[in-house]
């Protein structure tokens, strides 16, 4: 990271998290905190950590007693603290905190519960944030799998805060619930990196069918994802964050580093998980535990 991204890292790891608006960045965020650097996140403290995880991973992978252990931790961290509304950047935390942990694993949290993209939409109608110049593009958009779930609020959100860019917006013929999945669940799946990069194929075709110039999304996970992937499947249609696009919109904003982090990440995957992934060793779920957690 740059050390402008670290200063912020540290920033948001000692803030404590009380006010009538916080935001949640999730370890997503903490990993791309470029995404938050912006006049239009003045005022809204940014407070979380690398072991506030939101457990949405290990859910995905079927790890229910790690789960449970997450919303007990958070549910004890934020015990007590004043918090009106909590914001969340991320679709899949905001599902975890709002339906996965409370209604599966017993989490409680007395604050509400709201998205980014709706918070900073409200912002620009009441003319509080003013984008200075139009952007003139066209995307396509990129759903989240647990936008999918929460419904058209996030999705809707998310495309409006886009117009307000400028951008003109191209739907994929497989697009918001019909959407396809950016891949991360597929590798949680299976635990295959051939398959995280066979269903991000999916999508970078499904991209590139619009024609459109790049690819809209607004999942912290998701981008990633398609841009690490999309260093072995190049396409003309480059997957960037609609708060990148409200960042140039402000007249804010730089060069994403997403490029050269996706790279790292890559280099980092293979280093650590490539000599695992030949062994020979295995091991098996009790199906006795996963029918128990259903």
Not at 3 to 22: F, H, N, Y
Not at 173 to 199: H, V
Not at 221 to 237: A, I, K, V
């Amino acid at each position: 990271m740059s050390s402008r991204e670290q200063e912020l890292v540290k920033i948001w790891q000692q803030t404590r998290p009380e006010g009538e608006v916080v935001l949640y960045p999730g370890c997503n965020y903490m990993a791309l905190p470029h995404l938050l650097d912006a006049s239009f996140m003045r005022g809204v403290p940014v407070a979380g950590n690398w072991d506030l995880c939101c457990g949405e991973m290990y859910f995905r992978m079927g790890l229910f007693d790690q789960v449970r252990l997450n919303a007990e931790r958070l549910t004890e961290y934020y015990r007590n603290k004043e918090i009106g509304t909590m914001l969340f950047s991320c679709p899949a935390c905001m599902n975890m905190f709002n339906k996965v942990l409370p209604e599966q694993f017993g989490a409680e949290f007395d604050f509400k519960i709201k998205y980014l993209g709706s918070y900073l939409l409200e912002k620009i109608e009441m003319g509080e944030i003013r984008p200075q110049k139009k952007i003139d593009k066209t995307v396509a958009v990129h759903d989240s799998c647990h936008a999918r779930v929460a419904g058209s609020e996030v999705m809707d959100a998310a495309r409006q805060v886009l117009e307000e860019t400028g951008v003109t917006i191209k739907e994929m013929a497989l697009n918001r619930e019909d959407g396809l999945c950016c891949g991360i669940a597929a590798g949680a799946n299976s635990f295959s990196p051939f398959d995280i990069f066979s269903t991000v194929a999916k999508q970078l075709r499904e991209g590139k069918k619009t024609g459109v110039e790049e690819i809209a999304l607004y999942c912290g996970g998701c981008h990633l994802t398609l841009n690490l992937c999309s260093l072995f499947y190049p396409s003309r249609q480059q997957p960037r964050h609609i708060l990148e696009y409200l960042q140039e919109a402000c007249n804010e904003g730089g060069r994403s580093p997403l490029k050269r982090r996706s790279r790292v990440l890559f280099l980092n995957i293979l280093r650590k998980c490539l000599p695992r992934y030949f062994s020979l060793r295995r091991f098996w779920l009790h199906l006795d535990n996963c029918s128990d957690s259903r």
